[in-house]
């Protein structure tokens, strides 16, 4: 063999200007010969250490790229274990690695398809207190998870450490995706030519009200996959072309960002619709504007500081406030799941409606006995109708339910959120009849009716 393979017994060396093993040779002579790559390109990946945060539905495609590529050290961030209704999108487990911890399970798996790297399992999830301990040991980031609290948190810690994050997020039908902090400028040196961070893109997370993950909105495979496999090609490609890095190779972080690696940030936006025809295929790339002079995190005048996230500042939980079960509603409006269901069985309960306000989809699983779905986007679209049109209050109720002005109203959804506020909106619009009427929520939504009344309800 002529190629600069090297003695397939010499222990690789961490040098970007080294003899290929022979196995390194044939495991990646196929992208080795894509233009741009070469051997220079995979000794960066070689020597290059990537960290991806979350094993789920788009840690998993990429880290399967980021391993078949060569990258020489993947730390795999993840608390969670492998619970059957991941595998339809979570493709690096497996049946057989039910109730594993899913960074060990993905290993099992990235071993199988690349035994070359070194795989750091880091099995807990990402917080205040450990980020900066982890995301120091590496030269760029993933960020796979699904949630806005941790996002800012990652986001955050890599403007402080000066590291590259590649973002992607999806929920049930698409997907988005955007190179952040690349190349790293330091915090503080504000330019619009300099690449954004989270923060410059998100300034807030989005609000309580339509913040679901993955297991209440549901979430295609495909859809997440895509964008895992994306973000891996994102990650193999800012490191084989060092685009992270200044002119020289000496890693010297203070040298000038040439201009090419100073693009405009794009968002990608994939979009999947199980309703529509077949196509057409929308991919979206929006243009992004750069670093932000009043960022939070990277602003001119920005006082956060690892110290700070370390000790609580800023609260990332109360800054994304997660809706929680706790609501307002008073004790008088609301009943739990076994009462309803006990003073219904002894007759003690009178005539009423029952609206369910999950999705059809869900409805469709299953209900309680006489439940009307009436789903809460149409119910909040139609409620907003009436307030700016105007019209009789019980026009928002379903046609088919045939209602005296006293008729008591019982408000189920999946965890008992969605009911409280719609049972709120009937008021604020007047279908209590002045008081006449009573309006109840059922705590805690089917998913209360399944842990009290019905085990075998099937909730999803
Ligand atoms: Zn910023």
Redesign the pocket.
Same mark, same amino acid.
């Given at each position: 063999m002529t190629a600069d393979t090297g003695a397939a017994s010499a222990a690789p060396m961490k040098s970007n200007d080294r003899r290929l093993t022979y196995e390194e040779f044939e495991r990646y002579s196929r992208q080795m010969i894509v233009p741009g790559m070469g051997k220079h390109g995979q000794l960066r990946l070689i020597n290059s250490r990537i960290l991806i945060i979350g094993a789920g539905g788009l840690g998993c495609p990429a880290a399967q790229y980021i391993a078949g590529a060569g990258v020489g050290t993947i730390g795999i961030v993840d608390g969670d274990t492998v619970e059957i209704s991941n595998l339809h999108r979570q493709v690096g487990h497996a049946t057989s690695r039910l109730g594993w911890k899913k960074v060990d399970s993905l290993i099992a798996h990235l071993k199988d398809i690349n035994p070359l790297p070194n795989y750091i399992p880091h099995p807990f999830h990402l917080d205040p207190q450990n980020a900066a301990d982890i995301i120091t040991q590496y030269d760029l980031v993933m960020d796979c998870t699904d949630n806005p609290a941790t996002r800012y948190l990652i986001s955050d810690v890599c403007?402080l450490l000066r590291k590259p994050l590649v973002s992607a997020a999806s929920v049930q039908k698409s997907g988005q995706l955007i190179v952040l902090n690349c190349p790293p400028a330091p915090q503080g040196l504000v330019d619009k030519k300099y690449p954004? $961070?989270y923060? $410059?893109c998100f300034k807030k997370p989005p609000p309580p009200s339509s913040m679901v993950s993955c297991g209440e909105a549901g979430i295609m495979g495909p859809v997440v996959g895509m964008m895992g496999v994306a973000q891996a090609g994102e990650a193999i490609k800012i490191i084989a072309s060092a685009l992270h890095l200044p002119p020289s190779s000496t890693n010297d972080l203070t040298a000038p960002i040439p201009e090419r690696n100073l693009q405009q940030p794009t968002l990608l936006i994939y979009t999947y619709d199980l309703e529509s025809a077949v196509g057409p295929y929308s991919f979206r790339a929006l243009r992004m504007a750069g !670093? !932000?002079k009043n $960022?939070f995190? $990277?602003?001119e005048n920005s006082t956060l500081t690892l110290e700070g996230i370390k000790t609580g500042n800023p609260n990332y939980v109360t800054f994304c406030s997660p809706p929680t079960t706790d609501h307002a509603l008073p004790p008088e409006d609301r009943i739990t799941a076994s009462k309803y269901h006990e003073t219904r069985a002894r007759g003690e309960l009178p005539a009423h409606l029952l609206i369910d306000t999950r999705e059809k989809e869900h409805f469709s699983f299953g209900a309680i006995d006489g439940a009307i779905n009436v789903p809460f986007g149409r119910f909040l679209m139609n409620a907003a109708a009436i307030k700016r049109d105007g019209g009789p209050p019980d026009q928002i109720l379903p046609a088919e339910a045939a209602l005296g002005d006293d008729t008591p109203i019982f408000v189920v959804c999946r965890r008992g959120l969605d009911s409280q506020e719609t049972v709120e909106k009937l008021k604020e619009l007047g279908v209590d009849h002045g008081g006449k009427r009573k309006i109840m929520d059922i705590v805690g939504g089917m998913k209360a009716w399944k842990d009290e009344v019905d085990p075998t309800f099937p909730f999803v």
């Open positions: 403007v954004p $961070c923060r $410059c !670093r !932000r $960022c995190a $990277c602003g």
